[in-house]
């Protein structure tokens, strides 16, 4: 085995999409990186995993029971642990298309979009309706009422900043959303998909907090946009899974000089003057003979996911999440083969949404006539968490396997890591889509870059397909 | 992204096909080396890893009336501590396992590699076994640790492509991806496993506004 370099401008801990795509820019900027995870497989939390791995991983069958021989093969199973989708429009594909990691995937369009109205068996579920038009035949709405809507959306798509006739006499910097939705005279039911299923919100504090409305009807505009796109649904997902977004960054990350060590573990951080200055690790496959291979190395700075230094992170929330796996289109949604469907959380009395989120065998993420359902909202209560997930399991109908843990932590970094130099990443929340991550990216870029990440033209100049 | 098999016929009867290649061998026994000798004609003494050049496309016509596109995925060193990505391998047609003829331990890791493309590969994949750095012995014979007979041996047990190949003189290279080619299922209703027909997802490319190929959209 090679020796690993003494030095490195940065070593990144964890292979989650945000480690992996900050180990891409930071490649194709020029850093010298060095890439470790103690799993042996890449993704972290952000990992898809084939049907066996996942029985083992939640241990839900007896002993000496191989209930994953009944779903076929194993490996066409790529269930994924973090449930997101990618906006159409959204950051984390301008980052893929700007870094070329594209060339690496395949998507596909997510087949609807959907909002639940209403609670138990009066409960309606409907398509999100995404433009004027929708907006009049949506079955949400009575008849005044669509026409509210409608103007709110055309409001929406024409509002320019540097054009004030666009403004509707609002200030959207200034101003509340409750003042927009009192403007156009929308209903409570409205605004609660409108906030909810568009501008995608889990909770209800956006209304009434000053300045709101700008970024409200920003979030509103990129749903839209995003519909706009493909035509189904504002967003697309990578065939096998989630799980090749942090593969195809790494493999960015390699071809640009990154090294990459899975199945190593972490002996020490080494501090000089109080920032860090290095590493002692140890690189040992699972099962093999012997000690593996101890090294220490050099760096400037470390990136890291929060289970890489737990003493430099806090709990924020708590994730629920059941993976469900289903024989059978969900019910009411036009047996898409994909959707997210959101639940928000004064339907059912609540103060977070319930999201879910299905695909299928048209993803290459599981045999033909499976759908994977993903059900998950943040924890309000501290025990009965399969009733929260309640109202979310009841839009399934009848689920073959269901695989639910604890509440999951999330967790955010104490500091910001310009004391140390140590700089770690959030885990993954509970929104439905990727802009949070992207955020995230973004922020630990600045804090350990000193500026702004520029991803557009990162790819101008460097050829990376040889000519024909 | 082009890395599915494309088959086409074209006017007057003519075939194109594309398929992905994928190498693997343990550092340093000339996988890059073997990719750029094959794509640009040119080898390096000193070239160093291969920096920004992971991904290259090379056309071979087999004869006047069929071509054949390798897209060539190099592993971009991540063999080096075996952290290669469950990617690299997906929707591979075909692979190039090479070991160094000069070195005594490089053909058992190249066995390895095998096992590892027969475990995460297609069941059908196409795989040839290349013996690089036959300049250093036809220079100098006791250079040679691995006997030729010995690599041929296991390759025909284990039904692989088997070549002895110099990047540094260009001798066999070309000859190991023709083989390859050759053997490749050119014709329609080839191989299973492998998506045919234009991409069946969506272009992300900002100017790009519409969604699925021709084929694409089986929803
Ligand atoms: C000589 C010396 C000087 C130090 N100087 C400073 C200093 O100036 N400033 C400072 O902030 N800290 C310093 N430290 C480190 C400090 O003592 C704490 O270890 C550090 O703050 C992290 O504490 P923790 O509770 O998060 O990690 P611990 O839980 O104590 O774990 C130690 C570190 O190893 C990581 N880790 C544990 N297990 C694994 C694994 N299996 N794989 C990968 N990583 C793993 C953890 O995430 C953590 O970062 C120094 C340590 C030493 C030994
Ligand atoms: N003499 C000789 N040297 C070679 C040959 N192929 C590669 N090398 C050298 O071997 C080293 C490693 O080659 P490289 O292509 O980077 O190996 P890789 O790690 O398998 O991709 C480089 O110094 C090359 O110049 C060959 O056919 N003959
Ligand atoms: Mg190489």
């Known amino acids: ?468 | 992204m082009a890395s599915r098999v494309q088959q086409g016929g074209r006017p007057g009867g003519s075939r194109f096909s594309q398929f992905k290649l994928v190498l693997l061998g343990e550092s340093a026994v000339g996988k890059s080396s073997l990719v750029l000798r094959f794509v640009k004609d040119q080898f390096d003494d000193y070239r160093e890893s291969t920096i920004g050049a992971a991904f290259l496309t090379q056309t071979i016509a087999l004869d006047e009336t069929t071509t054949v596109k390798f897209e060539i995925w190099d592993t971009a060193g991540q063999e080096r501590y075996k952290s290669l990505a469950p990617m690299y391998y997906r929707n591979a047609n075909c692979a190039v396992v090479v070991y160094d003829i000069s070195q005594a331990s490089s053909l058992d890791k190249a066995k390895a590699w095998v096992k590892e493309l027969q475990r995460q590969a297609n069941e059908n994949i196409i795989i040839a076994l290349a013996g690089n750095k036959l300049d250093l012995v036809t220079e100098n014979p006791d250079k040679r640790a691995i006997p030729t007979a010995d690599a041929e041996q296991y390759a025909k047990e284990a039904g692989l492509l088997f070549f002895e190949t110099s990047a540094k003189t260009s001798e066999n290279v070309k000859e190991l991806f023709t083989a390859i080619a050759k053997k490749l299922p050119l014709d329609q209703g080839g191989p299973r496993n492998i998506r045919s027909g234009p991409r069946q997802g969506v272009d992300l490319r900002p100017e790009a506004s519409s969604t699925v190929g021709a084929s694409g959209c089986n929803c």
């Open chain 1, 1 to 468: 085995m090679e020796d690993v370099a003494p030095e490195y401008d940065l070593v990144v801990l964890g292979t989650g999409l945000t480690e992996c795509v900050l180990s891409g820019v930071m490649s194709v900027k020029g850093k010298k990186v060095l890439h470790i995870d103690r799993n042996d497989h890449y993704g972290g939390e952000a990992a898809s995993i084939n049907i066996e791995a996942l029985f083992k991983k939640y241990g839900n069958y007896g002993p000496g029971e191989e209930p994953w021989k009944k779903y076929g093969r194993v490996n066409d199973w790529n269930i994924d642990l973090v449930p997101k989708l990618l906006m159409a429009n959204g950051e984390l594909t301008n980052i893929l298309v700007s870094t070329d990691v594209t060339r690496y995937l395949e998507f596909k369009q997510i087949a609807g979009s959907y909002v639940q109205q209403g609670n138990g068996p009066k409960a309606t579920v409907a398509k999100v309706p995404s433009d004027a038009g929708e907006a009049l035949r949506s079955p949400l709405m009575g008849i005044f009422e669509k026409r509210r809507a409608r103007n709110f959306l055309e409001f929406v798509g024409s509002f320019k900043q540097e054009d004030p006739a666009s403004h509707k006499g609002l200030n959207l910097s200034k101003c509340t959303m409750k003042e927009v939705y009192d403007k156009f005279g929308l209903e409570a039911s409205t605004r609660d998909f409108i906030g909810h299923s568009m501008a995608l919100f889990q909770t209800d504090e956006y209304i009434n907090a000053p300045g709101m409305a700008q970024e409200t009807v920003e979030r509103i505009r990129l749903y839209v946009n995003s519909m706009a796109r493909y035509g189904k649904s504002p967003y697309i997902y990578p065939l096998y899974g989630l799980g090749e977004l942090p593969q195809g960054f790494a493999r960015l990350s390699a071809i640009y000089g990154g090294t990459y060590m899975l199945n190593t573990d972490i002996d020490e951080i080494l501090y000089e003057n109080n920032k860090v200055s290095g590493i002692k690790a140890t690189m040992k496959e699972r099962g093999e003979p012997g000690d593996g291979m101890k090294f220490q190395t050099k760096c400037k700075k470390i990136i890291a996911d929060p289970s890489y230094f737990p003493g430099k992170v806090q709990v924020v929330d708590h994730l629920l999440k059941a993976i469900c796996i289903l024989n059978h289109p969900v019910a009411n949604t036009d047996n898409s083969d994909s959707l997210q469907l959101i639940i928000p959380q004064s339907q059912v009395g609540r103060k977070h949404d319930i999201y879910i989120a299905v695909v299928s065998s048209a993803h290459n993420v599981c045999p033909k006539g499976y759908y994977i359902a993903i059900v998950s909202t943040i924890a309000e209560g501290s025990s009965n968490h399969h009733l929260e997930l309640q109202p979310g399991f009841d839009r399934l109908g009848r689920i073959e396997e269901k695989f639910m843990g604890p509440a999951i932590p999330l967790y955010e970094p104490l500091e910001s890591g310009v004391n140390d130099n140590i700089f770690i990443s959030r885990s993954y929340d509970a929104t439905s889509h990727f802009e949070t991550t992207t955020d995230d990216i973004r922020d630990i870029y600045r804090r350990a870059e000193g500026q702004e990440l520029v991803v557009e033209g990162l790819r101008d100049g460097q050829n990376l397909v040889a000519e024909e």
